[in-house]
């Protein structure tokens, strides 16, 4: 289940962003579809913030993949060689 501040990563167009908040999609008088609201990343410092909505379905927890630590499989010293 996605909730408000997972950070997610639309299927098909490969954005990504920060739920900020739930909608809904009309599709008959009766039938209605959730959608996320998500606030993209802003590349300027303007005080107005992108933003996406699509349905549930099309989105997907997303995790950065960063290296926090790594260790060389053998001895620093044994590279002076």
Known sequence: ???IGDR???KSTGITGTIIGYGYRKISESYYLTTL???LPAYSYSPIKPMAEDLFDRWQIWHERKVLACSLPFPVN???N
Do not use: F, N, P, Y
């Open 1 to 3: 289940m996605l909730t």
């Open 8 to 10: 997610v990563r639309h």
């Open 37 to 39: 609201k998500v606030e």
């Open 78 to 80: 044994s590279l002076a």
